[in-house]
Structure formats: C-alpha cells, structure tokens
C-alpha cells in the first residue's frame, strides 16, 4: 500500500471534491477507510437526498481498484438493492481499473451514476428494466427510497464492519 499516494488523492479529494460530497476520514490510524456524504444531484429524483459511502482502499491500493459501497439505501439500477449497496461502475471492475485514476474522478464517477443510471450495466436487471420501460414508475419509486432512507444524514456502519 502507498500512504504516500493515500495521503495524496485523501488531500485532493478533500480540497477539491466532487460537487455535492463531503469527504472524511474517521479514522486516525487508518487512512483506508473514507467516510462521504453525498447530497442528491438536483434535478434528479435524489436531488432531496443525503447518501451515504465508504471507501475502502485495498493493501495493494492504486494497482488495485477502491472499494466503494452506499451505506444508504437507494433505488438504482447500479446499486445492490439491499444492505450491501454494491455499485456497478466500469472503472471500479479490476480488468478495468488504472493505477493512474485520479480517486477524485472515481468519486465524480460515482455522482455520475445519480444523474445518469447505466441501465445497460446493472447490478439490478429489475430496476434496469423499469427505468428504460417505465420511467414514471422507476422516479415514484426512487423518490420514495430517498424519503424513506435518505431524508437525514447518512449513517456509516461501525469501524468494526468494515474491516
């Protein structure tokens, strides 16, 4: 692992970070853990929300990609509809993954998905298939997860958890 690098993206990330997000880190003695909160894009059905993510860098961070996961519950095609919150996103996949990749641009990446679903790569072939079929019914959906799960600030599992 590279603290060095860690140190680096963490101090980019936080002077700079994606419109929306805040980004900390919980932990002294661990700068692999990363606590965000991300605010609901506006002019999209989670614009009134308040997400939830960690990161968790591996021990062979930047050969091998971040792991990054909702903490908050959220209805999309490219998140595990369930506790998980597993995200599906092309350069978060190993095969994919660049040493190179500024953490910053994951993260604007990640946002990304808020405002533009990929419902041709889902984690959810259900919700995929509602949001380019009917449309109406995905946005009720997504904006009742958002009041139901997103109305406050994000809850972040216990350091335990995450290790």
């Not at 880190?25 to 965000?36: G, L, N, Q, S």
């Not at 949001?131 to 809850?155: I, N």
């Amino acid at each position: 692992m590279s603290s060095k690098r860690i140190t680096k993206d963490f101090a980019s990330c936080s002077a700079s970070p994606p419109d929306g997000m805040s980004i900390t880190m919980p932990y002294e003695d661990d700068i692999t853990i990363w606590h965000i909160t991300l605010q609901g894009p506006a002019n999209t059905v989670y614009a009134k929300g308040q997400f939830g993510l960690v990161v968790r860098l591996p021990s062979n961070y930047p050969f091998k990609p971040p792991v990054i996961t909702f903490t908050t519950r959220i209805y999309h095609p490219n998140v595990t509809n369930d506790s998980l919150g597993n995200i599906c996103l092309a350069m978060l996949k190993t095969d994919n993954w660049k040493p190179a990749y500024p953490l910053v641009n994951v993260l604007q990446a990640v946002r990304n998905l808020l405002v533009e679903p990929q419902p041709d790569d889902p984690l959810e072939a259900r919700i995929a298939d509602e949001y380019r079929s009917h449309r109406a019914s995905f946005d009720k959906e997504a904006t009742q997860y958002v009041t139901r799960y997103a109305s406050g600030p994000p809850k972040f599992p216990a350091r335990a958890a995450l290790v």
